[in-house]
């Protein structure tokens, strides 16, 4: 540390020394991260650079007039944490320091001489000269800086306006310090929340993939955050068959997974009475239509199939989801979408009515559902990986579903060079076999 000068006066050193000196010293200032420590190095310097013997910081907050807290005193053999250790802090009760502190204003007494009964009296009774120097706060004079030394007249009334505005500045510098420090405690107290949020989530996906007769199934799901929107689901209808879902909820993060989670919750009360597609997504769009009071303007895109293992069937409804994907191995490899007939997403208005379509599946048909994550993931030119490209990699006949699933998701790197999704991206993939 550069030799200690009274950087305020213009007569001690010169001006390149005291640059140096402000230079130095707000360069530790900066790479301070937490106030009290910020505090103290600033202290340290200003009362080896300063005429002024006694530092003494007084606070008005959590306390009301004509009381005030002493935060901190230079003669302090240990200087309590002023943020986490208020408690220990000395209140005094009336007298000079409370004057100074609710005045508002700078106060220079070059003989001071408190009354017999000064609550202060024994605190300052070193100090004949005092300079108050108002620290403000939204406005209001809520910290008081104060300066003494113990001979009269050692105040220079020509350095008072520039240690205001230097006393102040630095009071802003550690007020961004405490805030800072306040925002971060916040983000991690809120990315505790939504890891909590994500973990339920996936607590409410299918813990591992069922035996479905007929059906070699496999799946990816990757939210954009740690929590999303996106939701897949199996469950056992009636007659045998088995409900396939893939659904989508607009947004993302933690507001996406809750309205899963409800999306989910209704889907399998529903599933007890609605068996057929249409049916049971009438049911959960009424029921999500129901339970808004006001218009969130979120919604949910689904595609909901109810497989028949025995017929080989696929019966499906779609209520404004991307169209799943089905190849026919049997007809060298030719894609068909399942596009048709589709309705209003869930949750935007009551009362629809959903369409039904029907395929007959031949062993090595492979069928692949999605959500838009995949094709409206953008590359660095906002070009949409589209279902062109998805088409592209599910190129050949008579692969398993993981290297399916291993192909669209190895071209779908490719088209975002390997940046974050800025969707959360779910595929199913079934195939049928023997």
């Known amino acids: 540390m550069a030799d200690p000068i ?4 213009a007569t001690s050193g010169t001006w390149e020394e005291r640059t140096r000196y402000v230079a130095e010293m707000m360069r530790e200032m900066s790479a301070q991260q937490e106030p009290d420590t910020m505090v103290r190095l600033y202290s340290a310097r ?7 013997q006694r530092f003494l910081s007084l606070s008005r907050r959590g306390v009301e007039r ?7 005193d230079n003669m302090w053999q240990r200087q309590p944490n002023v943020w986490t250790e208020r408690e220990s802090l000395p209140v005094y009760d009336g007298g000079f320091l409370s004057e100074i502190a609710y005045s508002g204003e700078v106060r220079v007494e070059q003989d001071l001489r408190l009354a017999p009964g000064d609550p202060a009296k024994d605190l300052l009774s070193g100090v004949r000269s005092a300079l108050a120097l108002p620290i403000f ?5 809520r910290n008081v800086l104060l300066l003494g030394h113990e001979r009269p007249g050692m105040v220079d009334p020509a350095t008072v306006p520039q240690t205001l505005w230097f006393t102040n500045l630095f009071a802003r510098a550690t007020h961004n310090l405490v805030t800072a420090r306040q925002l971060r405690e916040a983000l991690d107290a809120l990315d505790r929340e939504i890891k ?10 299918p813990p591992a993939l069922p035996p479905i007769p007929g ?20 469950f056992p209808l009636a007659d045998g068959r088995w409900g396939i879902l893939l659904a989508d909820v607009s947004g993302h993060g933690t507001p996406a997974a809750v309205e899963m989670a409800i999306t989910r919750t209704l889907a399998h009360v529903g599933s007890a009475q609605a068996t057929e597609p249409r049916d049971l997504l009438g049911y959960v769009n009424d029921q999500l239509c129901l339970r808004r009071s006001t218009p969130t303007g979120s919604f949910v895109t689904a595609f909901l199939g109810a497989y028949d293992p025995r017929a ?32 209003l997403p869930l949750g935007v208005m009551p009362s629809q009515r959903y369409r039904e379509s029907e395929r007959g599946l031949d062993v090595g048909d492979l069928l692949v559902a999605y959500t838009d994550g995949i094709t409206e993931a953008s590359d660095r030119n906002r070009a949409l990986f589209g279902t062109a490209r998805l088409d592209a990699s599910l190129k050949g006949c008579g692969t398993s579903v993981s290297e399916v699933k291993a192909s669209v998701l190895a071209s779908l790197r490719r088209h975002v060079e390997d940046r974050p999704f800025d969707d959360d991206v779910t595929m199913v993939v079934a195939r049928a076999v023997p």
Do not use: W
């Open 196 to 205: 909590l949020v994500a973990d339920v989530q996936r607590a409410l996906l």
């Open 6 to 9: 009274e950087i305020l006066d």
């Open 137 to 141: 706060d939204g406005g209001e004079a």
């Open 312 to 343: 080989r069937t696929l019966r499906y409804a779609l209520a404004g989801h991307p169209p799943p994907r089905l190849k026919r191995c049997g007809s060298g490899g030719r894609l068909e979408d399942l596009g048709e007939p589709t309705g």
């Open 215 to 234: 059906l070699e199934i496999d799946v990816h799901y990757q939210p954009a955050r740690d929590a999303g929107g996106d939701y897949y689901d199996f």
């Open 46 to 52: 200003i009362q080896a650079a300063s005429r002024m």
């Open 66 to 72: 004509p009381r005030v807290v002493l935060a901190r």
